[in-house]
């Protein structure tokens, strides 16, 4: 395909917004509405704060914009528009992230070295990837580019995510607490007690279903025999595991794996990243601890969903309470069985109301506690915090890695890593589903990562939670 | 109980073999095979080979001595025997391996600082403990200490292999090729061709069943459902690993798993390990290589099972090969399914005739080729070489950490480690069995660890093997 | 002392420059032209160029910014002025480098994740405290404080040259070859021929000597007894570098220290820091050798000084040339016997005639050849580079650290490190004298540094370099 | 030169001791002592203990025993005896500790995986070599030779004092606090209360002088000019480095040096190596200290002169009592100024009478309370404990590099170590000069290392140790 850059044709013909231009036109809407969601995310952030990395695993801002953009540049204009002019060919390899089959990679753990280009020139080559895409769509594109489209869309909103998270990093490590959204400190409220849902042994399907986006690594949809599990009807909370590190939960091997266990000492961990103690308050004492938000320095609320602990705490605190996690397969059972309380007219809503639950597009970034008015059932399975799942990342029975660079989105990481479910407060809505499987390393807390107990079906002498 | 330690009595109560004494006499039988195969498999080392620890992961085969010996003295001894005088307070400490619940241990990296206690006070505590255990063995003990003594001897067992892994590691880095055991040069015989065995979709049981000894981690027995798959009639063999690695196995980025990518970048791996090539010969070249073993420096035998590679590497040649690793759940149902030819009239002696293969009782202590006269099903699954899967050692659905240190000896494991089966060619063949679970760190090397193939139902293009 | 911050009297009174003032106001002056060129440092950079950290090493250049400012706050202002009010608490630690005896500092290794406070606001804080500096100065200080600003005004002049050595190690590390001030690429001019300049054994005087500002390291003036000596008219070049490059020396162990040949290994070292080859060129070729500049990437001039060399590098090559290092003793006698060509009519002038030679002052920042009509005698003593001596930096005899704070300035430095004098193109004319000491590890590169030969009185086979 | 070694003609020879055959006689005399007593420092040692290396810094005592064998077969024999034929090739890497000039070298932190080749082996080897060496010795060899001879005996003397100081380490890990000579407790002793010793300023020459034995790095004998200075008449005892840490000297960063500042960070240093302290006593404790002697865990005793310290504490230790350590100079020329009391009649017993103290020879190999006879002049100058001086090892003024590989013995290690001086109870006697300089890096601790203080000439305030 050739597109002349020079002409605007293309554009005028997009924004008359004509219906009959069908899905290309609604995907051109989700692009437009992604792309600014991104960068609406520097709010008030100084060029300063977009161009620091404060660990390798985490990227500063301005990366992130390049990179989602050199996504579209890469697998879609460089592939499809034959008269495709480069904003600057040096950003194939200074934003290239992990695609070996692409080429070289700036290292990733340098990423925070580049304050060339500048803030201002990667906004430029946002805006130039962005009109080549804008006549791109208007044009019309094959359904498969429209899939890579689609997944474009889907990594940029992963993007928007650990922007958040790695934003929350870098200002965590700077003494003078600084607030990336306003947000005054709440108030305790009454926590429900934690409840059990139980269902019954059953060979279930799991994995995607039906004709939406979904990633690769969620199918293909499969069989898995389950045992009677119950699964807890909301997430552990701050209070409960402050409960934990009274009773010695950081200092009792007993509770942990052994890298877990390892980890503890050798990073001297004491509690959940972000928590900070007053100095004068005792260690196991409930009181005194704050915690580091992206509205500052706050007050830590026990009623608030636990947040940014590893893997290894999550599995720990299960064990302390007599409990387990569930299996990533559990998850996705419970998670599908919640109902649809009212009837859809369209394929795109039908989701929005099962997602019920505290996203990246309220604005607040930080997790709630769970409503009084809870519902009988399943509360805060979407949103709020990911959920460690005691599964490791594997592929699904009969998953193959794509062919291409796009194989290398998924399938390489399918080592070592555990999966997590449901997303968080920093995660957009309309990214989520029942059969997303998010993964990190079992040590990684920088996450907004907490958890939700499982157990067996024999009843469990659980006294300390109940 | 008490046992006075001066009386030879029961020592010789023991000798007289009465079959009245029951399974008493036939573990204390056992008992005493066991521990003098570990202590048989010095053969001709010289105490200073038997002190010093090549790296970390590995350990002294001293220290293997003393610690299988502390084993029986901490679980054994000290619970049940009022009586029971330590041979050295000291060594609770010095051979406790990472038993957190007993209490401390000398670090696990220094266990080659150990020149003291001497190997002549070390074996002279064996002898000690290996009294009060013929003592306690001959008087009777209850159906829970023999539990606890039959796993000592497992523990043993395992050992026992760790002893040769560990051994052979240090004599690798040895520029002088010391040979543990004479083993001549052997040529080359032909293998026969890779075939596939399908298994059609359905619900399995799996995990240990009986009344046979098993380790925690292979229960509770549960219900797996599995889709169609094939898995290879014989193990990968050193041949085709060399067209793996003249393809460019270990510079192809999209063959590699991110963290095996990674691996073999970090450690420059370009071989098994083991294998040494001469330096005249061109790194593609089928000639020109040798293999490290127990018997010093050899010719690469191109039929033989290939061995001591890690995870990474097999799964990166399973996707060279356009295969897959199976999963442990595949594999255990292959393995259980294997025809038993001949009615056993004992239980002890059923599972001897399913275990065809190579084992440490040979004392060749080296991976054979497969034998021509191969059976028409499935090969080589036991002995030989352990075989990675693809499934993460985790929990199986149910299982609870058992209470007290013995819960610390396979539970605490369960995380970042893959499950391998089948067992070695340095296994004890009293050792194995279908539902047996082995687990390393995805980058371990220095098992005999090698794969069997596996595949989905599809039929897939594998011109590269057939 | 008490200042009204609200008055701007005194600052007219400053302007005034009434030479009734006397010294206060010619240090005024100074401190006014001192703190104005370090914010000149800025130039073209972007705010994202001023708060990375590239290595542990550099620190950013807002850093150096704060820092300084810093330095008048905490030993002028908050020591001297009672009602001076701090412009932030915080930065109290935040910019601490390394003042124990002052309080906590944040961690070196962290400064550039300080995104906050913004430049913006560290410029803000330099102009807090200049305003209050200007109204002290012009208040009238005691010799005691004068003395303080002195040290603070070539602290600031140290930090300068800072800003522009880890300026050019974070620009070196962008693929786009950032430049940050013009400079064509220039063509080779002959060198002359290196000659000896012989300095009979003596007991000389060393150490500084006068009332001018020095540095407390730079005394006691003492005796030290030197034996016949010769040192090298002219620093050594790139072309000279290239020889030894060219005849393995980055490849023989017998030419370099132990310590050296580790780093020549470990870091995989091949040539001097920022030298860039084309990959077509060949590795011993004295084609095709590029050199990261701060007017970016430009092709290696033969005749320009040698430059970014550690002193293990330093001291291989004076190996191979047949020669040695001078030490610190030897340079400081042939500097300071280089006559005077015109007299001074005052004290503060007199050395600038001396210091002939390339300094920060030209804004070029780069070392240039030795030019044509260099003095029979030593040329290129001042300026262009840094040359590395063979004197470990230790204290003088008889010298005592300071009391306070002010006592960690230098004398916690004496162990590890080498002395280098001299100065270099990005010092300022200002800030040197023969008795200046610096001092880096020795495996540091990033430093403007290179060498002069020297030799023992003894006819040496020099033919390599003649 | 060619020996018959089936011929044991020469050794009859050598065993007449034909005081006609001169110098050479006497020197295989001097070989077959300081051999034997190489040999003997195995004492009571297993095979265990003399294989194991306990950190990278240390060697076996096995690898010392084949290294100092190599020396001499490649240093004397292979260069000068044409029908030498090597006990086995392999040795030549193997044992190689640094000599580039020579070859590959096993690496340095792998030499306690050598199991082989066996103790046995070993002393076989230095058999054959002491053969092959008695009947060249008694062949008659060239002054040349001779000097390389000389130099292998020293070099073996340096050898047996690192055997003893890597046992003294790798014992120390041993909870089982391993004896290796007897020794019992010993009481208090009344210490003479530190004088001082001053020396007016002069021009000296220092350097070894004469026709004996010297390391190439002890000359060329030069002139130094020295300042007035004083030297503690003994050394620094256990009792006043506790008041040194009772006075929180490991807690207070104004007292030490800055890269020591971080060792005692990084290291968690609280006290000398091998003290330990009973749990029960309090930290700043004069009582409650023990401290990991060749002789097991003995009480501190506070007489002792204190050892086993790094540089830093060394400096940190000057500091806190307002005095410094002594240049080399300055101690070199107080101990030659120590007067000879009797006069020689040999060259090779003049030393003798000068070296008082407590060598290896004693069999002690602990340092000792200075007597209470103690001379008015300096005491313990030698033998005791190494004393750190605050120069850095580097070149004498005219010193080069000798040709060939025992060029590198001493030349390539002048960077970044710091000079030791006077020698200690692990030294042998005859090994000691005046002029001998030893060098460590300034962190290391586990030679048998303490200090003397030094200071200028002004009266200080040293309240705390009069």
Chains 1, 2, 3, 4 share one sequence.
């Not at 060029?47 to 990179?67: G, I, N, R």
């Not at 909370?237 to 590190?245: A, Q, R, V």
């Not at 980890?263 to 580091?292: F, I, K, N, T």
């Not at 809870?374 to 990911?386: C, H, K, T």
Request: with cysteine; hydrophobic share 40%; proline share 6%.
């Amino acid at each position: 395909m050739t597109l002349d850059p020079a002409s605007n044709e293309t554009m005028e013909a997009l924004s008359t917004d004509d219906p009959a231009q069908g899905v290309a036109v609604s995907l051109a809407a989700r692009y437009r509405e992604v792309r600014a969601r991104t960068l609406g995310l520097r709010g008030t952030l100084s060029e300063e704060d977009c161009v620091v990395q404060s660990m390798p695993d985490a990227s500063p801002l301005k990366w992130h914009l390049a990179h989602t953009t050199w996504f579209f540049e890469t697998f879609v204009l460089s592939a499809e528009v034959d008269d495709y002019r480069t904003f600057d060919p040096a950003y194939a390899v200074l934003f290239n992230s992990y695609y070996n089959t692409v080429g070289e990679q700036y290292p990733r753990s340098d990423r925070g070295l580049l304050t060339r280009p500048s803030l201002g020139e990667v906004t430029a080559y946002r805006r130039d990837v962005d009109n080549w895409m804008e006549k791109l769509l208007a044009a019309g594109v094959s359904p498969d580019v429209e899939a890579v489209v689609e997944l474009g869309l889907h990594h940029e909103q992963q993007h928007q995510e650990l922007i958040l998270t790695d934003l929350k990093h870098l200002l965590s490590r700077n003494p003078l607490r600084p607030v990336y959204v306003p947000g005054a400190e709440a108030s305790e409220v009454e926590v429900p007690p934690l409840q059990w849902k139980r269902y019954p042994e059953a060979l279930h399907w799991i994995g995607h279903e039906g004709e939406e986006f979904h990633f690769d690594n969620e199918g293909p949809r499969h069989r898995v025999f389950l045992d009677t599990f119950s699964i807890a009807t909301r997430l552990v909370t701050n209070g409960e595991f402050l409960e934990f590190m009274a009773d010695g939960g950081y200092s009792r091997p007993d509770l942990w794996l052994a890298d877990g266990w390892a980890c503890v000492q050798q990073r001297a961990w004491e509690a959940p990243l972000y928590w900070e103690r007053d100095e004068a308050a005792g260690s196991a004492s409930r009181e005194g601890w704050h915690q580091m938000t992206l509205s500052g320095l706050r007050d830590l609320r026990l009623c608030e969903p636990l947040c940014h602990v590893s893997y290894y705490e999550a599995d720990a605190f299960a064990s302390w309470a007599g409990a387990r996690l569930p299996s990533e397969a559990e998850w996705e059972v419970a998670a599908s069985s919640v109902p649809v309380t009212a009837a859809d007219d369209s394929g795109e809503l039908r989701l929005d109301r099962r997602l019920s639950g505290r996203f990246a597009d309220d604005g607040r970034f930080h997790p709630l506690p769970v409503s009084a008015q809870m519902p009988s059932e399943l509360a805060q399975l979407f949103g709020d915090v990911w959920e460690w799942t005691r599964s490791p990342y594997v592929a699904y029975p009969g998953y193959r890695v794509p062919a291409g660079a796009i194989g290398e989105y998924n399938g390489k990481f399918m080592s070592n890593q555990m999966v997590l479910r449901g997303g968080s407060c920093v995660s957009s809505r309309s990214h989520l589903r029942a059969s997303y499987r998010n993964f990190f390393y079992p040590d990684a807390r920088w996450q907004f990562s907490g958890l939700r107990l499982a157990r067996d079906v024999e009843p469990v002498e659980r006294a300390k939670l109940s």
